[in-house]
């Protein structure tokens, strides 16, 4: 069946300006994860979303950045005046449920000038 | 909060030798450790996990052992080959409240299988 997708795939902007990420989880996944992973490095946790409750934004780095999930399906991270530190690939993951396993979308690779 | 080391962070192998990478982690209420491959421009993909109450689980050529006392986890590939090559991620999640929400990943170790 179809897997977790992300659009765009690259995205370049100006030091400055707002973009929005899209994620479409695995359907049926109540369970839905933001991450963050700078070159060379390995994955950090942004935001969890998991059907109805509150989200878990413990690890959003700033006020610049945030993210909504609308119907419990798909989910939008939107990060205002983008600064150069914020390139990076942004990773979507979903799960059936919280704690099973989670399965990662091809990424949005972000390139701020 | 959790942390996960993972070494080495670059492994060179002939193909069809075996590979071993290793990961510790700090919280010892962590349960649940995934390994991941990724390969370039993709997003990674689930290959093994293991789960506290296990110590030890094989698929195929990928096992995974778990040593919960000394908090450290490894990957092995056997009679490697030139697809293998990619950045395998060790995770670890926690076992209770907000930790259970998030992996806690390792730096990779960036595999190359000469052939």
């Known amino acids: 069946g179809a897997g977790v997708s992300q659009s765009p795939s690259n995205k370049v902007t100006e030091k400055g300006k707002d973009v929005e990420l899209r994620c479409d989880p695995i359907s049926g996944h109540t369970a839905l994860y933001w991450y963050r992973q700078s070159l060379g490095q390995g994955l950090e946790f942004l935001i969890y979303?998991?059907?109805?409750?509150?989200?878990?934004k413990s690890g959003l780095p700033s006020d610049r950045f945030s993210a909504e999930r609308t119907g419990g399906s798909v989910s939008t991270l939107t990060i205002q005046r983008t600064q150069q530190e914020d390139s990076a690939v942004y990773l979507c993951?979903?799960?059936?449920?919280?704690?099973?396993?989670?399965?990662f979308g091809p990424g949005t690779r972000l390139l701020v000038l | 909060g959790e942390n996960v080391e993972q070494h080495p962070s670059t492994l060179s192998v002939q193909e069809g030798d075996s590979a071993v990478i290793k990961c510790t982690y700090s919280d010892s209420a962590s349960n649940y450790f995934p390994w991941y491959k990724q390969e370039l421009g993709k997003g990674p993909q689930l290959i093994i996990d293991i789960r506290s109450n296990v110590g030890e689980k094989k698929d195929q050529r990928i096992a995974v052992t778990l040593n919960k006392t000394a908090k450290h986890f490894s990957l092995h590939i056997t009679e490697t080959q030139p697809e293998d090559s990619a950045v395998y991620f060790c995770?670890?999640?926690?076992?209770?409240?907000?930790?259970?929400?998030?992996?806690?990943f390792g730096t990779g170790t960036l595999l190359a299988v000469q052939p």
């Open positions: 979303f998991q059907g109805n409750s509150a989200p878990d």
């Open positions: 993951a979903s799960s059936p449920g919280p704690v099973e396993t989670q399965y």
């Open positions: 995770a670890a999640r926690g076992g209770y409240g907000g930790a259970t929400n998030k992996l806690i």
